[in-house]
T-cell receptor
Framework: GNSVTQMEGPVTLSEEAFLTINCTYTATGYPSLFWYVQYPGEGLQLLLKATKADDKGSNKGFEATYRKETTSFHLEKGSVQVSDSAVYFC????????????FGAGTRLAVHP | GAVVSQHPSWVICKSGTSVKIECRSLDFQATTMFWYRQFPKQSLMLMATSNEGSKATYEQGVEKDKFLINHASLTLSTLTVTSAHPEDSSFYICSTGTSTDTQYFGPGTRLTVL
């Protein structure tokens, strides 16, 4: 079945640093890929998604490109802010869909001024 | 997008008691809802799929008699943790949506069993 492997955290950066959080997947076919974010004390929010190979999802300065050659969907941001401190989850659907998701382990990002 | 609420947001109970967690879809008719469990500093693990008007579907390894799910209406699913024990302490999250691309998550319920 489908699976996802995500870079372990925590990641600690200074404000304006470049961020990369690695995510690789195993999947049947080419499912949509997602990055979700969980801010302290809040529920999960969809950060961005890509629905097919070579698609680039982007939102709030974050980007991730669906790369089927390397089965990767790495999250990047050129200049992080303190407000980006959160836990980030890479996700993809279960095999067969049914709207349920498999999540990576989560990467905690802490950005310091 | 759809708004999903959960109640309570946190609960503390004694070992051996049962706790009910509600998940409500406030502006969306949810024929299906999903229940996830998140251990501290870990990922979300799907527990079960809640189906309106029918039995829930549980993931492998999840005890259906332990985690009772009821989905009696299009706006409400409940998860009851029966005879809770400290190892059941966790963060429980529900979600719903029209497709994998459009899933809305509740804010979660933190359960602590003493």
């Amino acid at each position: 079945g489908n699976s996802v492997t995500q870079m372990e955290g925590p990641v600690t950066l200074s404000e304006e640093a470049f961020l990369t959080i690695n995510c690789t997947y195993t999947a049947t076919g080419y499912p949509s890929l997602f990055w979700y974010v969980q801010y302290p004390g809040e529920g999960l929010q969809l950060l961005l998604k890509a629905t097919k190979a070579d698609d680039k999802g982007s939102n709030k300065g974050f980007e991730a490109t669906y790369r089927k050659e390397t089965t990767s969907f790495h999250l990047e941001k050129g200049s992080v802010q303190v407000s980006d401190s959160a836990v980030y989850f890479c996700a993809l659907p279960f095999s067969g869909g049914y709207n349920k998701l498999i999540f990576g382990a989560g990467t905690r990002l802490a950005v310091h001024p | 997008g759809a708004v999903v609420s959960q109640h309570p947001s946190w609960v503390i109970c004694k070992s051996g008691t049962s706790v009910k967690i509600e998940c409500r879809s406030l502006d969306f008719q949810a024929t299906t809802m999903f229940w996830y469990r998140q251990f501290p500093k870990q990922s979300l693990m799907l527990m079960a799929t809640s189906n309106e008007g029918s039995k829930a579907t549980y993931e492998q390894g999840v005890e259906k008699d332990k985690f009772l799910i009821n989905h009696a209406s299009l706006t409400l699913s409940t998860l009851t943790v029966t005879s809770a024990h400290p190892e059941d302490s966790s963060f429980y999250i529900c979600s719903t949506g029209t497709s994998t691309d459009t899933q809305y998550f509740g804010p979660g319920t933190r359960l602590t069993v003493l």
